[in-house]
Structures are given as C-alpha cells and as structure tokens.
C-alpha cells in the first residue's frame, strides 16, 4: 500500500521561504517520478515541479530560479525547498508518485503567501 504525506506548509510573508516534505511508504520509491503540484481556489490543478528516479527535473515556468525539487531515495522523501514566495503562489500542495499503472496523491498541504 503506497501512502505519501505532506508536511511544511503554512503562512509566509512574500519573499520569504518554505520547504515542503513529502514521506512516501511502500516499496520501489526510487523508481518512480515524483512530483508537486498545486491547486489554487477556482483553478485547476498544475503541475509545479516533476524528478524523475535519475534525479532529472523540470519546472513549471512560473516557479523557476525560485523552486527546487529534491529527493532521497534512501529515506522515501522528497523536497520542494521554495523560496522567493509570491502571492500567486498560495494554494494547496500535493505530493505525487507516477508509477506504471497508476497515480498515487498525498492529502495536501497550505502553502499561503501573505502580507
């Protein structure tokens, strides 16, 4: 049974800096994508950064120079570090493991950017 869980959100002043953990239980962690993704209210959810089980990323546009996507493979974990935080990017975090046959999606996580 493959279960992720989020942790590191909360409320930040713009400018300022999250780091967002993802623990992941069940085996074969590190051969699998892993990926961030956020869902603001009335939007639809995107893709915010993706590491592939070579340690390969890629970035949405809007976060890039300013997110870094991570993971230890020993420890079942993987890092969003965010820095430069703007107000646009407020919303609810999600963790993702893309394994062969299907997605796996942890509960989510607040990330809020404001004054």
């Known amino acids: 049974q493959v279960q992720l869980v989020e942790s590191g959100g909360g409320l930040v002043q713009p400018g300022g800096s999250l780091r967002l953990s993802c623990a992941v239980s069940?085996?074969?962690?590190?051969?699998?994508?892993m990926g961030w993704y956020r869902q603001a209210p009335g939007k639809q959810r995107e893709l915010v950064a993706r590491?592939?089980?070579?340690?390969?990323?890629n970035y949405a546009d809007s976060v890039k120079g300013r997110f870094t996507i991570s993971r230890d493979n020993a420890k079942n974990t993987v890092v969003l570090q965010m820095n430069s935080l703007k107000p646009e990017d407020t919303a609810v975090y999600y963790c993702?493991?893309?394994?062969?046959?299907?997605?796996?999606w942890g509960q989510g996580t607040q990330v809020t950017v404001s004054s």
């Open positions: 993702n493991l893309q394994a062969p046959i299907r997605s796996y």
């Open positions: 069940g085996n074969g962690f590190a051969m699998y994508i």
């Open positions: 590491i592939s089980s070579g340690g390969g990323t």
